[in-house]
């Protein structure tokens, strides 16, 4: 993730499916990144994956279920970019879909947003 000019910051992966294995984790802290409310803020995933849908949603930090989930934006296919949300702190979930079968991921980040 990383905002116009920003550097990027890898985010923590957490449940995902891939090629008939995967792994479950509870909702994950996220790696933290500083951005400006309303700032557009853009999520590129290694080696130019192809996504086929994805969403995003923010929750109070210190949450590990995901109660409370407060959608952020949503949309098929690239690019995954949407505008940080009100000033706060708060852990957000990147879902994507992978094209082609269940494959999926979730990222996490940790925003300061101000």
Do not use: C, K, N
């Amino acid at each position: 993730m990383h905002a116009e000019g920003g550097d990027p910051v890898a985010g923590q992966l957490g449940s995902y499916t891939w090629g008939g294995g995967g792994s479950d984790s509870p909702w994950l802290p996220g790696s933290p990144i500083t951005l400006g409310a309303g700032e557009p803020v853009t999520v590129v995933l290694a080696d130019d994956a192809v996504v086929a849908d994805w969403s995003a949603v923010r929750v109070a930090p210190g949450t590990t279920d995901g109660t409370g989930a407060v959608p952020l934006a949503s949309a098929a296919g690239d690019p995954i970019r949407f505008p940080a949300p009100d000033a706060g702190r708060w852990s957000v979930q990147v879902q994507v879909r992978f094209p082609g079968g269940p494959d999926s991921a979730a990222y996490y980040w940790l925003l300061d947003v101000r």
